[in-house]
């Protein structure tokens, strides 16, 4: 039988500990380089900030309830997910606000943005069908099938329903840049935040979500590029605000 002496034994250490000391951050040595090095994180957090920053200013002053916000034309609801054949919660307390505008008399059409890029996912109908169940006439309920981010919905309702003015609902993490995108886009925007939400893990990962979106949203706005699909200009607003005139 082999055995090994102790005196003889090697212990090597695994390679990734070995290459440990070459990952670590070097430092600047001198005062002058971590001032430096200070200087640049600093920078970067400004920087990272900047779209955040945008988003609040440029909607601060255009947010309000269902009760106070500005009579308009038309109100415009973001999809927000279906559950099976019904409205997520969130999409649900979104489309409670439209149709209590709608009853106040604060708007006169909805123009109802989301997602139906495949057969069996259809949003806007969803929430067509939740709207007349709430007293919506479905002659004042108007359908935008491509709405497949807040970029494409905003410019979809100029450009193609010819939008120029509308109160946005959508929740409080996200009407900030719904309102900001919308105004880029060319439409005067109005936030409405839903109520009634559930203060849960959806909805901090929501907020979460919202400060790297103010990054896309700021691209968005500057290079302002087409929506992934645009089509023909569709009468659909003008004639439901026919119908109710």
């Given at each position: 039988?082999l055995?090994l002496r102790p005196d003889?034994?090697?212990l090597?250490?695994p390679?990734?500990?070995?290459?440990?000391p070459?990952?670590?951050?070097?430092?600047p040595r001198?005062?002058?380089?971590?001032?430096?090095?200070?200087?640049?994180?600093?920078?970067?957090?400004?920087?990272?900030?900047?779209?955040?920053?945008?988003?609040f200013?440029?909607?601060?002053d255009?947010?309000g309830t269902v009760?106070?916000?500005?009579?308009?034309?038309?109100?415009?609801?973001?999809?927000?997910g279906l559950?099976?054949?019904?409205?997520?919660?969130y999409?649900?307390?979104?489309?409670?606000a439209?149709?209590?505008?709608?009853?106040?008399?604060r708007?006169?059409?909805v123009?109802v943005t989301?997602?139906?890029?495949?057969?069996?996912y259809d949003e806007?109908?969803t929430?067509?069908?939740?709207l007349t169940e709430?007293?919506?006439?479905?002659?004042?309920?108007?359908?935008?099938?491509?709405?497949?981010?807040?970029?494409?919905?905003?410019l979809?309702a100029k450009?193609i329903f010819?939008?120029?003015e509308?109160?946005?609902?959508?929740q409080?993490?996200?009407?900030?840049?719904?309102?900001?995108?919308?105004e880029e886009a060319?439409?005067?925007?109005?936030g409405v935040?839903?109520?009634?939400?559930r203060?849960?893990?959806?909805w901090?990962?929501?907020?979460?979500?919202?400060?790297?979106?103010a990054?896309k949203?700021?691209?968005e706005?500057?290079f302002?590029p087409d929506?992934?699909?645009?089509?023909?200009?569709?009468p659909?607003?003008?004639?439901?605000?026919?119908?109710?005139?």
């Open positions: 039988m055995q003889r034994l090697r090597r250490r390679r990734l500990l070995r290459l440990l070459l990952l670590k951050p070097r430092l001198t005062r002058t380089g971590q001032r430096r090095t200070v200087q640049a994180v600093m920078l970067g957090c400004v920087l990272a900030l900047l779209p955040s920053t945008w988003l200013l440029a909607a601060d255009r947010l009760r106070d916000v500005p009579r308009t034309d038309v109100a415009m609801v973001f999809g927000a559950r099976g054949e019904r409205p997520s919660p999409l649900a307390h979104r489309l409670d439209a149709a209590e505008l709608y009853r106040s008399g708007v006169e059409v123009l989301g997602d139906n890029s495949r057969e069996d806007p109908d929430m067509r069908t939740y709430r007293g919506v006439p479905d002659r004042r309920i108007v359908s935008d099938y491509a709405g497949f981010d807040t970029w494409d919905s905003c979809r450009k010819g939008v120029d509308a109160v946005l609902i959508s409080g993490f996200h009407i900030r840049r719904a309102v900001a995108l919308c060319g439409v005067t925007s109005y935040p839903a109520q009634g939400d203060r849960d893990g959806v901090y990962y929501g907020a979460v979500r919202e400060l790297f979106a990054s949203a700021a691209t706005a500057v302002e929506p992934r699909f645009l089509g023909p200009e569709e659909g607003v003008s004639q439901a605000l026919a119908t109710a005139r």
